[in-house]
């Protein structure tokens, strides 16, 4: 009897151990599962952020390109006016002038230039690009709105 009762014995060892093994096996797909889906809604959500992103970053791009080509358009009237107000100047001061004009169209042009290119091809280091634009732009205004101040 006692060889029974050790059979017995290890048999349910055998078998209890087997039906812990089986539980633990499905409990550990169920923990395999619930992360794969975590990882994939991770990547969702991660992917849905990069598109928000390059979408904001397309849109600011284009919304400075569209300002920056108004800008340098106004400028370019503003060269204009100043053309007509230097032929009612003294002919001493008009060679001044129409040099210093001259300067200021060709740096309105090369800032044509420059948008162009910026809309033409991706760009490296955007925000340092866009920085010194815009210092550009202004440098021109400046030179526009001091047309007649500076020396």
Do not use: H, P
């Not at 600011?60 to 400028?75: D, G, L, M, V």
């Amino acid at each position: 009897m006692r060889n029974s009762l050790k059979i017995l014995s290890i048999a349910f060892v055998i078998i209890g151990g087997t039906i812990a093994s089986c539980q633990s096996q499905a409990a550990k797909e169920d923990k395999a599962n619930k992360k794969v889906q975590e990882a994939e809604s991770n990547l969702t959500e991660a992917q849905n952020n990069l598109l928000s992103a390059q979408q904001d970053t397309t849109t600011a791009y284009q919304k400075f390109i569209t300002e920056s080509e108004k800008r340098i358009n106004s400028y370019e009237k503003d060269i204009a006016d100043l053309k007509i107000k230097i032929t009612e100047e003294k002919n001493s001061e008009k060679a001044k002038y129409e040099k210093k004009l001259a300067e200021l169209e060709k740096k309105t042009n090369d800032l044509k230039i420059k948008i162009t290119d910026y809309k033409n091809k991706q760009l490296d280091n955007w925000d340092e690009k866009q920085q010194e634009f815009r210092k550009d732009l202004d440098e021109l205004s400046n030179s526009i709105t001091g047309f007649f101040n500076q020396e």
